[in-house]
């Protein structure tokens, strides 16, 4: 079976030609997928019957089941868990703001990277999300949209995995859905997490892709990032900063570095003068994040007001910085929970 979802809008077309049909087909396929979202091949009106068998009897579209939702009371914020037949989960997230909506994607089932605060590695890697999987993850937001007639303005890969260590699926969901005769996302709207895969940053750096970079830093020297992130141990913070200027020299884009406060860890004004100290001369902005609590790490959050002082003393010293806003904190939008819990509960 072919996975309809699955294909950039030319490699549906050479697919479709090694059917032996016309190239062209490929374009309408992709426009009933995506900008028409119907749900079965019958829907796709101008194809010719006989086509449309075919498609039925040799590709799928949605692969995935809805498991549960959960809805902010407080901010919209949908957090979505999606199942696939092979009994694997994740979470995906639809975040209101008011500069439009945006969707959160898983890129790896589980993860291996370790980072001591996260939830999603604690199972460790499971399987890869392909490409079409990360699709359905977005369509699931894009359809509840479609009520009000709304769209998916922007697009964060940092659910659960490390989108760097399964490149090729990464890249090319984003090219599906950035493609103007689909979903049509900018790739100024497509933000890629990556906790710091130095060959990967330098890979998307030349192959032309000007996303926005963000890059987990959570610490300012390697001593402590170590501690937090054994990722660290093969690319230190030298060298992914190399690598982050590197980026901003091909690309013109400045990078985001993500910075989770723990309480007691990292989190004093000295950390935030070491970490000024290492961002001097390179074009960035800094997102403060307080950590998320995992029950299982029982890393404490920074207090607010700490939170404050460390946000002023990074500014102070000319970084770029702001503390990002928490979405849906009643339904435990925190990464990796909705999954957790789901784990937990004993089958029905
Ligand atoms: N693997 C990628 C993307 C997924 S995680 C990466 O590491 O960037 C998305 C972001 O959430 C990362 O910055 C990650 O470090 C952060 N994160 C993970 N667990 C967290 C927690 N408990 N509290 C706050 N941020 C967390």
Redesign the pocket.
């Known amino acids: 079976m072919q996975h309809l979802y699955d294909m950039r809008s030319s490699e549906l077309a050479a697919w479709l030609e090694s059917l032996g049909e016309p190239r062209y087909r490929g374009k309408q396929v992709f426009q009933w997928l995506y900008q028409r979202r119907v749900r079965s091949v019958a829907e796709m009106t101008n194809l010719p019957k006989a086509l449309r068998q075919r498609l039925a009897d040799q590709a799928v579209l949605a692969t995935a089941r809805e498991v549960t939702r959960q809805v902010s009371q407080v901010d919209g914020t949908v957090k979505f868990l999606l199942g696939w037949p092979d009994g694997v989960t994740v979470e995906t997230v639809l975040m209101r703001h008011d500069y439009g909506n945006s969707v959160?994607v898983?890129?790896?089932v589980g993860?291996k990277?370790g980072?001591a605060?996260?939830?999603?590695t604690l199972g460790g890697m499971i399987r890869q999300m392909t490409a079409g999987e990360m699709v359905e993850q977005l369509l699931a937001s894009q359809r509840l949209l479609d009520a009000t007639d709304e769209r998916v303005s922007s697009v964060?890969?940092?659910?659960?995995?490390?989108?760097?260590?399964n490149y090729d699926q990464a890249m090319k969901f984003i090219d599906i859905i950035r493609d103007p005769d689909g979903l049509n996302i900018g790739q100024r709207h497509i933000t890629?997490?990556?906790?710091?895969l130095v060959p990967g940053i330098v890979r998307l750096a030349d192959e032309g892709r000007p996303i926005t970079l963000?890059?987990?830093?959570?610490a300012p020297t390697d001593e402590l990032r170590s501690a937090l992130?054994p990722?660290n141990k093969a690319y230190p913070i030298a060298k992914l900063l190399e690598a982050c200027q590197y980026y901003y020299r091909k690309t013109g884009k400045r990078i985001s570095f993500?910075?989770?406060l723990?309480g007691g860890k990292n989190d004093a004004l000295e950390h935030a003068r070491q970490l000024a100290e290492l961002l001097r001369g390179l074009p960035c902005h800094v997102?403060l994040?307080?950590?998320?609590?995992?029950p299982e790490?029982n890393?404490q959050r920074t207090p607010k007001a700490q939170v404050q002082a460390f946000l002023q003393e990074l500014r102070r010293l000319g970084v770029n910085a702001t503390v990002r806003r928490e979405m849906g904190h009643d339904i435990a939008a925190?990464?990796?929970q909705l999954r957790a819990e789901h784990a937990a509960r004993p089958a029905p």
């Not at 964060?156 to 260590?165: F, N, Y």
């Open positions: 959160c898983s890129t790896q993860c990277m980072c605060f996260c939830a999603s964060v890969l940092m659910g659960s995995g490390e989108p760097m260590d890629l997490s990556t906790v710091g963000a890059v987990s830093l959570h992130m990722v993500e910075y989770a723990i997102n994040i307080p950590v998320n609590y995992v790490r890393f925190a990464c990796g």
